[in-house]
């Protein structure tokens, strides 16, 4: 009698404790509960601002021929290691100075009598980027690369070093307007604004200003006066998405 007791209370507790389980799970559940998509609304929005560039990239290249690998790429090393350092003569950084290819290839022409290609040398190419953060020199710095040697200059490309302020002002003006259509739309439904339930921005691709490969006769650079370059301005574009809950 005494065990069946026992074992009636054990049970009874068992049977307590599982149904202050199941009510704490079922309380649990309800925190954190994200707000029903009914009752959201979600608004883009977008900011553009314009800033000044402040530094400049532009690709040089020189490409050179020999009679076999060697030979080209003697030639070539002379040019494009006096383009180096004519470069940090005009102030560039070697840190600002990057390799960007190394190509050595063939060069060959078609035969009609034998039906086939005949080699006629060799081709090396070498292209560095470099960044100009002084955008004054930069004609100074293109015009001294035909002087020296290179065969190939691409860009220059401009941006802005460091957008932080520029963002935070396109932010702002994306904000605006989407609290602006937010408050429109819920006037005309009726509701009011709670608050802010969900927030992400992005920055587009940006088609930055740029020239495209130059000719360095068409430019006239290469012992003519050095060309003029104009900066212009980048526009730096935020857009935002914002989610709302709404309330009658």
């Known amino acids: 009698m005494f065990n069946v007791a026992i074992l009636l209370l054990v049970i009874s ?14 309380q649990s559940e309800q925190i954190g509960l994200p707000t029903p998509y009914e009752h959201t609304i979600t608004i883009d929005g977008e900011g553009k601002v314009i800033g000044k560039p402040d ?31 004519t470069l940090k003569g005009q102030g560039i950084s070697e840190d600002d100075i990057q390799t960007s290819s190394y ?8 035969n009609p009598d034998t039906e086939d290609y005949d080699s006629v040398g060799w081709v090396v190419s070498n292209y560095i980027i470099v960044k100009v ?12 690369a035909g002087q020296n040697g290179v065969t190939n200059i691409f860009g220059p490309t401009f941006t802005i070093d460091d957008t932080t302020i520029l963002k935070a002002e396109a932010r702002a003006k994306a904000m605006e307007q989407a609290n602006k259509k937010v408050r429109e739309i819920a006037t005309a439904l009726g509701m009011r604004i709670e608050r802010v339930v969900g927030y992400s921005e992005w920055s587009p691709s940006v088609d930055y200003s740029s020239m495209q490969a130059m000719s360095l006769d068409a ?15 980048n526009e730096v574009t935020l857009d935002v998405s914002v989610t709302y809950k709404l309330v009658d």
């Open 219 to 233: 430019y006239g650079i290469g012992g003519a006066p050095a060309p003029t370059i104009a900066t212009g301005t």
């Open 133 to 144: 953060r002084d955008t004054s020199k930069l004609s100074t710095i293109l015009a001294m």
């Open 103 to 110: 190509n050595v290839y063939e060069d060959t022409q078609w």
């Open 55 to 85: 530094i400049a990239s532009v690709t040089l290249g020189a490409e050179s021929k020999g009679a076999d690998v060697a030979s080209a790429q003697n030639t070539n090393s002379i040019t494009m290691n006096k383009i180096i350092e």
């Open 13 to 26: 507790a068992v049977l307590y404790l599982g149904v202050k389980t199941d009510n704490v799970l079922k």
